[in-house]
């Protein structure tokens, strides 16, 4: 990551944000202001990542599809916004061992739960993040964005940040442990619904 690059992106983006959709975030308080943290959202547009970036209070890593880093311009882009790959059709291992060492060095992990848009909300969330979290023992703050999906509509904006969630103690948690654990994210990302003006 470059940090400089990252904080002058994010002053632009949340600029534009502000100006063009209206963006109204809620919650903000909720967002610990330092140690390792995984900031948990749902996903219904290719814009949630900038704009959960830009209105977050933290700097944010992401881990984004290996593809994405040999698109001319958008690869170093996100590269120097500190976003790592993932390859999709192998083993996320090595995706994981580079989120755990931002949580461990107290940095901020930005994540999907479904692994992909879900705008109909048919897709299932995957217990990737609550490994994540059991492992680096990092608390789970819930988010919920609505509105990016008509963002070319020019939609008002609306972010919303829950409480933080404990994770399982580590070591200790079971596969059933970390179902439930998701569950309970989804459960919050839901009830944040309200705080964002509808479920859409």
């Known amino acids: 990551m470059n ?14 944000a502000r100006t063009i959709w209206r963006a109204r975030v809620v919650g903000a308080q909720n967002v610990p202001t330092g140690g ?7 996903h219904v547009s290719y814009y949630d990542p900038p704009l959960l970036g830009c209105l977050c209070p933290r700097r944010l890593r992401y881990i984004a599809k290996k593809e994405l880093f040999t698109i001319p ?18 083993s996320a291992a090595g995706a994981i061992k580079r989120s755990l060492r ?14 992909t848009r879900n705008r109909g909300g048919e897709a299932p969330a995957q217990t990737g993040v609550a490994l994540l979290a059991t492992l680096a023992q990092a608390p789970v703050v ?3 964005i609505r509105g990016s999906d008509r963002a ?4 008002r904006i609306d ?5 933080p969630l404990a994770p399982p103690p580590g070591g200790k948690a079971t596969r059933d442990d970390l179902a439930k654990f998701t569950a309970e ?11 964002t003006g509808g479920n859409t």
Do not use: Q
């Open 36 to 42: 390792p943290l995984i900031v948990a959202c749902n």
């Open 152 to 155: 070319l509509r020019l939609a």
């Open 3 to 16: 940090p400089a690059f990252y904080d002058f992106a994010k002053v632009v983006v949340r600029a534009l």
């Open 102 to 115: 931002v949580l461990e060095s107290g940095g901020a992990v930005g994540i999907f739960p479904e692994g």
């Open 73 to 90: 311009v958008l690869g170093p882009v996100i590269r120097a916004l500190g976003a790592y790959a993932v390859d999709r059709r192998g």
């Open 142 to 144: 819930p988010a919920r």
């Open 185 to 195: 994210i989804m459960r919050a990302i839901d009830e944040l619904a309200e705080s």
């Open 159 to 163: 972010l919303a940040f829950g409480r």
